[in-house]
């Protein structure tokens, strides 16, 4: 035995030196390596991970099953990628507050540089010095143009249009196109100072059409982002994703180029002049080292994020709203009974009306606690060694919020199946403190920049509606309150409506 291992023994001084040293600095790299307390969670295939348990299904279902499980700290596996869960309100609590700039950071993956131009939009963009200055110029642009009655003209606006349109359908129809095309002159009127008069113009195609086909194309994910040759020969599905966000990147660019000719300081005509402008006194006043790495892509991806993002949550938030009217005629009959006491025919809606409408408010609270239309939210990375709920959370580790779960926790909400308003009421019928379980925007350094345009937004829509119409199913059709969808946007499938006329 000896001489056999003598044989095979390497007869070069270097190839000996080589060898010894291999072995030694193995059994010192496992002997001094950082060891990790690291959670519990399932166990996955080699390569993918859990990717395949995942795929095709309602995903943040199944991580609220899998917490049930392995607790409200918990590990998968997307590819080599380690990915935390957390789905309890004190773990959540404490990553998104307490220990907010461990957890500030977004995973950096093959598909999020590539379309969004190496991370330089918000939404997905790093943590650091450039990104706050990039957030902090979106957030007084957004302050700038949305301050007094801008936000009340443009929901009043877009609500005649859409609401004339409606009328115009004989029997059951789909309303999902409308809702698209509310919140679509929603964003483009706030953006651009453009809106669309029906569902055949250029820029409802244009923007909605393509964002129809992102959602439909992005699905749950993409295996660019678990095996890493196909970023040298992508799938035809993320060329395809890639080929749109180009498209509507190009129309953005040339929005803020038209804006930039004809830009007056003393006459702000959307968010695009109000972003200049914001623009150009952060030049004036911020560093301008720093100043100069927020390019003309970083507008264009400012942009785009709001487009995007606002489009989405608000048609499909409004879209579960109309469900659950059509599901419970009984709550339907009581937010009708507050909105005629407040809004009158004419749709003329004011964001200081939102006081008035408690009920409709709890409503439309309800329905986003259980219908949250991103019910992982926006994945988080760790920026550094950090720990949560007693578990270690190395550097770079993927975080998944799962807001579905924290809406649904037994612990902290009655009856949690229930749909029922009344929860988020106090005892006069006001609208109470905000339960800290409910979190659809989610909270902290990232925090969703639009929330304070959605929310107010997704409250008139739907109070101006209901105010014209009262809402059913088309005979003869069942429609369930579960979702139809799978990866990670939540939705209620296509369903008909019958809408009857009020006024």
């Given at each position: 035995m000896f001489e056999c291992l003598t044989q095979l023994w390497p007869q070069s001084v270097v190839t000996q030196a080589l060898v010894v040293g291999g072995v030694v600095g193995l059994i010192a790299y496992n002997l001094f390596k950082k060891r990790y307390n690291l959670p519990p969670g399932p166990k996955g295939w080699p390569i993918l991970g859990n990717f395949l348990e995942l795929r095709g299904g309602l995903l943040f279902r199944k991580l609220r099953d899998w917490s049930k499980i392995y607790g409200p700290v918990m590990r998968i596996q997307l590819g080599t990628l380690p990915v935390i869960v957390l789905s309890r309100i004190d773990v959540v609590t404490e990553a998104l507050i307490t220990r907010q700039a461990d957890f500030a950071g977004r995973p950096d993956t093959f598909v999020v540089r590539t379309l969004t131009e190496g991370g330089k939009d918000i939404v997905q963009a790093s943590y650091g010095p450039r990104w706050k200055l990039h957030r902090k110029i979106a957030s007084k642009a957004l302050r700038h143009y949305l301050m007094g009655e801008n936000l009340s003209l443009k929901v009043s606006q877009s609500l005649n249009i859409t609401t004339k349109l409606m009328r115009k359908e004989q029997g059951a129809f789909d309303p999902f196109p409308y809702l698209s095309l509310a919140i679509s002159n929603m964003m483009t009127g706030t953006l651009f100072n453009k809106i669309s008069k029906d569902l055949d113009?250029?820029?409802?195609k244009l923007y909605v059409d393509a964002l129809d086909n992102f959602t439909k194309d992005f699905g749950d994910g993409f295996l660019e982002d678990i095996i890493p040759l196909l970023h040298l020969c992508p799938t035809p599905r993320f060329r395809r994703v890639a080929r749109l966000v180009s498209k509507v990147s190009h129309a953005i660019g040339e929005e803020i180029a038209a804006h930039r000719s004809t830009f007056r300081k003393d006459e702000i005509r959307d968010f695009t002049d109000a972003l200049i402008q914001a623009q150009q006194e952060a030049e004036e006043g911020d560093d301008p080292v720093l100043m100069s790495q927020i390019t003309n892509t970083h507008m264009v991806m400012t942009i785009f994020d709001l487009l995007s993002a606002g489009t989405d949550t608000t048609r499909n938030t409004l879209h579960w709203c109309l469900l659950a009217m059509a599901l419970h005629p009984d709550i339907q009959k009581k937010v009708q009974e507050e909105v005629d006491s407040v809004i009158g025919p004419d749709l003329n809606v004011h964001v200081s009306d939102r006081e008035k409408l408690q009920y409709t408010d709890a409503v439309v609270h309800e329905v986003m606690r259980m219908r949250t239309v991103v019910p992982t939210g926006v994945p988080h990375s760790t920026l550094c060694d950090t720990t949560v709920g007693?578990?270690?959370?190395?550097?770079?580790?993927?975080?998944?919020?799962?807001?579905?779960?924290?809406?649904?926790?037994?612990?902290q909400w009655e009856d949690v199946n229930t749909f029922k308003p009344e929860?988020?009421?106090?005892?006069?019928?006001?609208?109470?403190?905000?339960?800290?379980?409910w979190l659809p925007f989610s909270a902290g350094r990232r925090v969703c920049l639009g929330e304070t345009v959605a929310k107010p937004e997704i409250h008139l829509f739907f109070a101006g509606i209901l105010r014209l119409f009262s809402i059913s199913l088309a005979p003869g059709t069942h429609h369930d309150f579960e979702p139809r969808t799978k990866g990670m946007i939540n939705n209620p499938g296509r369903y008909k409506v019958v809408l009857e006329s009020r006024v």
């Amino acid at each position: 035995m000896f001489e056999c291992l003598t044989q095979l023994w390497p007869q070069s001084v270097v190839t000996q030196a080589l060898v010894v040293g291999g072995v030694v600095g193995l059994i010192a790299y496992n002997l001094f390596k950082k060891r990790y307390n690291l959670p519990p969670g399932p166990k996955g295939w080699p390569i993918l991970g859990n990717f395949l348990e995942l795929r095709g299904g309602l995903l943040f279902r199944k991580l609220r099953d899998w917490s049930k499980i392995y607790g409200p700290v918990m590990r998968i596996q997307l590819g080599t990628l380690p990915v935390i869960v957390l789905s309890r309100i004190d773990v959540v609590t404490e990553a998104l507050i307490t220990r907010q700039a461990d957890f500030a950071g977004r995973p950096d993956t093959f598909v999020v540089r590539t379309l969004t131009e190496g991370g330089k939009d918000i939404v997905q963009a790093s943590y650091g010095p450039r990104w706050k200055l990039h957030r902090k110029i979106a957030s007084k642009a957004l302050r700038h143009y949305l301050m007094g009655e801008n936000l009340s003209l443009k929901v009043s606006q877009s609500l005649n249009i859409t609401t004339k349109l409606m009328r115009k359908e004989q029997g059951a129809f789909d309303p999902f196109p409308y809702l698209s095309l509310a919140i679509s002159n929603m964003m483009t009127g706030t953006l651009f100072n453009k809106i669309s008069k029906d569902l055949d113009s250029e820029y409802y195609k244009l923007y909605v059409d393509a964002l129809d086909n992102f959602t439909k194309d992005f699905g749950d994910g993409f295996l660019e982002d678990i095996i890493p040759l196909l970023h040298l020969c992508p799938t035809p599905r993320f060329r395809r994703v890639a080929r749109l966000v180009s498209k509507v990147s190009h129309a953005i660019g040339e929005e803020i180029a038209a804006h930039r000719s004809t830009f007056r300081k003393d006459e702000i005509r959307d968010f695009t002049d109000a972003l200049i402008q914001a623009q150009q006194e952060a030049e004036e006043g911020d560093d301008p080292v720093l100043m100069s790495q927020i390019t003309n892509t970083h507008m264009v991806m400012t942009i785009f994020d709001l487009l995007s993002a606002g489009t989405d949550t608000t048609r499909n938030t409004l879209h579960w709203c109309l469900l659950a009217m059509a599901l419970h005629p009984d709550i339907q009959k009581k937010v009708q009974e507050e909105v005629d006491s407040v809004i009158g025919p004419d749709l003329n809606v004011h964001v200081s009306d939102r006081e008035k409408l408690q009920y409709t408010d709890a409503v439309v609270h309800e329905v986003m606690r259980m219908r949250t239309v991103v019910p992982t939210g926006v994945p988080h990375s760790t920026l550094c060694d950090t720990t949560v709920g007693g578990y270690d959370v190395p550097k770079g580790t993927m975080v998944f919020i799962n807001h579905d779960a924290l809406h649904f926790d037994p612990d902290q909400w009655e009856d949690v199946n229930t749909f029922k308003p009344e929860r988020f009421l106090d005892s006069d019928g006001k609208m109470g403190p905000k339960p800290d379980s409910w979190l659809p925007f989610s909270a902290g350094r990232r925090v969703c920049l639009g929330e304070t345009v959605a929310k107010p937004e997704i409250h008139l829509f739907f109070a101006g509606i209901l105010r014209l119409f009262s809402i059913s199913l088309a005979p003869g059709t069942h429609h369930d309150f579960e979702p139809r969808t799978k990866g990670m946007i939540n939705n209620p499938g296509r369903y008909k409506v019958v809408l009857e006329s009020r006024v």
